[in-house]
């Protein structure tokens, strides 16, 4: 089944800098890429999502890159703020997949230093 | 987005008895409900997938007598653990979509505590 690794599992940015989250996959039929930010305690929140018939894709100060050779993902926030500080969870979807079910990465505790 | 909404958001429960957490969509018909669970500061795993109409469908390692799935109607799911016990003291987070390739939305998580 599909395997998704997401790294770091921290990361503390200063405000204003900008912040990389990366994912890679195994599944080469994956063709859904969703990011979630999750707030303590509270339920995951789709901010932005990308196609396997895409390569880039932005959202104000949000963008998604996804390299299909690869199997890599990446999250970019700019211009980072204090209530961007959260948990970022990226997932994959595979064609193949039961349900077609989202397999998870293991989730990027975000701080933002004001 | 479309609004799913989990209910209770907390429960406390004695050790041996049952609790029920319903998920339901309420603005749109979910073909497909996922129950989800979430130790601290972990990911998300899924427990299993609810098809209306049909049998649950579990991922490995779930225990399908302890954690019952019904999904009777194309806008509600339940999820009961049976004689719950501590180590079952998680947080279950549901999802609903529409149908197969469109986006599913999160209920808002359901905090169990078995003491």
């Known amino acids: 089944g599909e395997n998704v690794e997401q790294h770091p599992s921290t990361l503390s940015v200063q405000e204003g800098d900008s912040a990389v989250i990366k994912c890679t996959y195994s599944?080469?039929?994956?063709?859904?890429f969703p990011w979630y930010k999750q707030e303590l305690g509270k339920r995951p929140q789709l901010i932005i999502d990308?196609?396997?018939?895409?390569g880039e894709k932005k959202d104000q100060r949000i963008a998604v890159t996804l390299n299909k050779t690869a199997k890599h993902f990446s999250l970019h926030i700019t211009e980072t703020q204090p209530e961007d500080s959260a948990v970022y969870f990226c997932?994959?979807?595979?064609?193949?997949?039961?349900?077609?079910?989202?397999?998870f990465g293991g989730g990027t505790r975000v701080l933002v230093k004001p | 987005g479309a609004v799913v909404s989990q209910h209770p958001s907390r429960v406390i429960c004695k050790s041996g008895t049952s609790v029920k957490i319903e998920c339901r969509s309420l603005?749109?018909?979910?073909?497909?409900m996922f129950w989800y669970r979430q130790f601290p500061k972990k990911s998300l795993m899924l427990m299993a997938t609810?098809?209306?109409?049909?049998?649950?469908?579990?991922e490995q390692g779930v225990e399908k007598d302890k954690f019952l799935i019904n999904h009777a109607s194309l806008t509600l799911s339940t999820l009961t653990v049976t004689s719950a016990h501590p180590e079952d003291s998680s947080f279950y987070i549901c999802?609903?979509?529409?149908?197969?390739?469109?986006?599913?939305?999160f209920g808002q998580g359901t905090r169990l505590t078995v003491v």
């Open positions: 609810s098809n209306e109409g049909s049998k649950a469908t579990y």
């Open positions: 999802s609903a979509r529409r149908d197969e390739g469109t986006e599913a939305f």
């Open positions: 990308i196609r396997s018939n895409v």
């Open positions: 997932a994959a979807r595979s064609v193949k997949a039961a349900g077609n079910k989202l397999t």
């Open positions: 599944d080469s039929a994956s063709n859904y």
């Open positions: 603005d749109f018909q979910a073909t497909t």
